[in-house]
């Protein structure tokens, strides 16, 4: 099993940037794909990013050009570095593994999730 902890949450003016961070313990994410879903109130979790074993990686149109995923295979740690940021990216946002070699975009192909860190931008 793998266990994942996110932080780099916090409230950011828009326009501004935040790194998110998903470390991960048991296993090494090398042996994972590895991605970000988000959930804002009221509505239905969503990908956001994902990075395969082999490095492919995969983003949420809305995100594409502003949101970079990012595997430090030595920290064992999983980065969402995400820059010019809009008041519509506010959402609990969640880091998750799986062993699937595609389908990163459904919900049910992730194995392993963290508890979440919450991302407030203001306008």
């Known amino acids: 099993q793998v266990q994942l902890v996110e932080s780099g949450g916090g409230l950011v003016q828009a326009g501004g940037s935040l790194r998110l961070a998903c470390a991960a313990s048991?296993?090494?994410?090398?042996?994972?794909?590895t991605g970000w879903f988000r959930q804002a109130p009221g509505k239905e979790r969503e990908f956001v990013s994902a990075?395969?074993?082999?490095?492919?990686?995969y983003y949420l149109d809305s995100v594409k050009g502003r949101f970079t995923i990012h595997r430090d295979n030595v920290k064992n740690t999983v980065y969402l570095q995400m820059n010019s940021l809009k008041p519509d990216d506010t959402a609990v946002y969640y880091c998750?593994?799986?062993?699937?070699?595609?389908?990163?975009?459904?919900?049910?192909?992730?194995?392993?999730w963290g508890q979440g860190t919450q991302v407030t931008v203001s306008s």
């Open positions: 998750a593994a799986t062993q699937a070699r595609n389908d990163y975009m459904d919900y049910g192909v992730w194995d392993y």
């Open positions: 048991g296993r090494t994410l090398r042996s994972y794909a």
């Open positions: 990075i395969s074993r082999s490095g492919s990686t």
